[in-house]
């Protein structure tokens, strides 16, 4: 996996904000930020509680299965 951009402490709480939104997709943020969503999903693992990751990730794939182009 290449190595993620350089990013500061506000990029990345804008890019836990928008991974958290159920709005806004993978693909948003990579176009934004320019790293891969295993790269957020890394990200996220770091600086999210373990059970609030896991919450999340459930989210994700939950409204992945309902929705095709969900994040």
């Given at each position: 996996?290449?190595?993620?951009?350089?990013?500061?402490?506000?990029q990345?709480?804008?890019?836990?904000?928008?991974?958290?939104?159920?709005?806004?997709?993978?693909?948003?943020?990579?176009?934004?930020?320019?790293?891969?969503?295993?790269?957020?999903k890394?990200?996220?693992?770091?600086?999210?509680?373990?059970?609030?990751?896991?919450?999340?990730?459930k989210?994700?794939?939950?409204?992945?299965?309902?929705?095709?182009?969900?994040?």
């Amino acid at each position: 996996m290449p190595q993620p951009p350089t990013l500061t402490q506000s990029q990345v709480s804008e890019i836990i904000e928008m991974a958290l939104s159920d709005h806004i997709g993978f693909s948003d943020i990579q176009k934004q930020h320019g790293i891969s969503p295993d790269q957020i999903k890394a990200l996220m693992r770091t600086h999210l509680k373990p059970g609030s990751y896991r919450s999340w990730r459930k989210r994700v794939r939950d409204f992945g299965d309902r929705r095709e182009h969900y994040k």
